[in-house]
């Protein structure tokens, strides 16, 4: 199965997004992860106001294939929470990279984006052999 994924993007080697939007960064996980997922019935989120570093987990997927911690691409601060996803993880499943974000932070260094693989990187990385 062949993906698009946004140009604006940068990816983490598992799996999740970082997408830069004016001073906030926003973060999903790719529609390569959630295919591989399976159908997705639960996902887990930190509160508003949690501060975690990059690497850090930042909560759970849970499919009926298994349960995936996420862990955060760059460091920041939990600004939003895409509260509706908690509500229909259906919107995860269906549109992973547009109704399916999961937070907004207030980065703390927006050069750790620059670690992270570009969306062309990244579709090499996950295409079939």
Not at 25 to 42: E, H, K, T
Not at 52 to 76: N, T
């Amino acid at each position: 199965m062949a993906f698009n994924f946004p140009e604006s993007f940068r990816f983490a080697d598992s799996h999740e997004y970082a997408c830069l939007e004016g001073d906030s960064v926003r973060i999903g996980i790719s529609a390569f992860a959630v295919d591989q997922l399976g159908d997705i019935v639960f996902v887990d989120l930190p509160d508003v106001g949690t501060i975690l570093d990059k690497g850090q987990s930042f909560g759970s997927v849970e499919s009926v294939k298994a349960v995936e911690d996420m862990y955060l691409p760059i460091a920041g601060e939990i600004i939003e929470r895409n509260e509706s996803v908690i509500d229909s993880p259906e919107d995860l499943q269906n549109d992973p990279h547009g109704k399916g974000w999961l937070l907004r932070l207030k980065p703390k260094d927006l050069k750790q984006l620059d670690q992270l693989m570009a969306s062309a990187q990244y579709s090499a990385k996950v295409a079939p052999n």
